[in-house]
């Protein structure tokens, strides 16, 4: 199986800072990266390289084998959909007028949403639990409520890689696992790839089947969930002892 991303030999700079240095991985179809690290690690940095949006210092992304900042940006975002830790919203707009920019990516220049891009977003916002807000304002929305609409509007995409920066920030914990759900439900369909930054250690744990641990001063590990989550490394990457129990999902890692 081909990768839909290979990162080879990544240099993420800040400055004159390094935050990530000569990471090389493939991320295929069906997988689910949980990309952990302590507050300005570079988390974030590095999402936007992957995504075409930052240069790195060295090395390439390839996107189906092409250098993601090569290709033209609607390309990429037929390919790729980003979600931001935070949203902006420069215009007022229903919730319906908001997530229908998802399908924007696939429309002409001149083109208008069809009946199918609406219903595609319908059921989107339904599972999100937004089927009754459509003529809302944005405006209106409660911060966890804005949250859902970013991520009704992002799976109305239909990208192949989804690159996440806290999906789950400001939801409480029934749309927390709701979301988590959805995404893994998404990429178990097998044409899906999902990268996410996370904080939770214990969700990251039961929904990511890969996980990208990023040190201060540059450090990368990178493998299979259950060969990397170790209470010796999770201690070193977050400066602080971790201890492990049984739990109903697998390990709980909480600190000591």
Not at 163 to 171: F, G, Q, T, V
Not at 216 to 238: C, F, M, P
């Amino acid at each position: 199986m081909n990768p839909l991303l290979k990162i080879s030999h990544l240099d993420v700079v800040a400055g004159d800072k390094t935050l990530c240095r000569n990471l090389s991985i493939e991320v295929l179809p069906g997988q689910r990266w949980g990309i952990l690290g302590p507050n300005g690690v570079g988390k974030t940095t590095l999402l936007h390289t992957l995504a075409g949006l930052s240069t790195p210092g060295s090395g390439t992304v390839l996107l189906d084998g092409c250098a993601v900042t090569d290709l033209p940006r609607r390309q990429v975002a037929q390919r790729v959909g980003v979600l931001f830790q935070e949203q902006s919203d420069p215009f007022p707009a229903t919730v319906m007028e908001a997530a229908l920019i998802g399908r924007h990516p696939h429309l002409g220049r001149w083109q208008w949403e069809s009946g199918r891009d609406i219903q595609l977003v319908r059921e989107q916002l339904a599972l999100l639990g937004l089927e009754s807000f459509s003529g809302r304002q944005v405006s209106t929305l409660s911060g966890g409520e804005r949250q859902r609409l970013a991520i009704a509007t992002l799976l109305a995409q239909q990208a192949e890689l989804l690159l996440l920066d806290e999906p789950i920030n400001h939801l409480d914990v029934n749309h927390q696992i709701n979301v988590l759900e959805l995404l893994t439900g998404t990429s178990c369909q097998g044409r899906t790839a999902v990268m996410m930054v996370l904080h939770d250690i214990n969700l990251a744990a039961r929904y990511c089947d890969h996980l990208l641990l990023l040190f201060s001063g540059g450090e990368a590990v990178h493998g299979r969930a259950e060969e990397i989550l170790d209470q010796e490394v999770l201690g070193r990457l977050y400066q602080h002892p971790m201890m492990i129990l049984d739990g109903p999902h697998g390990p709980v890692y909480l600190p000591a």
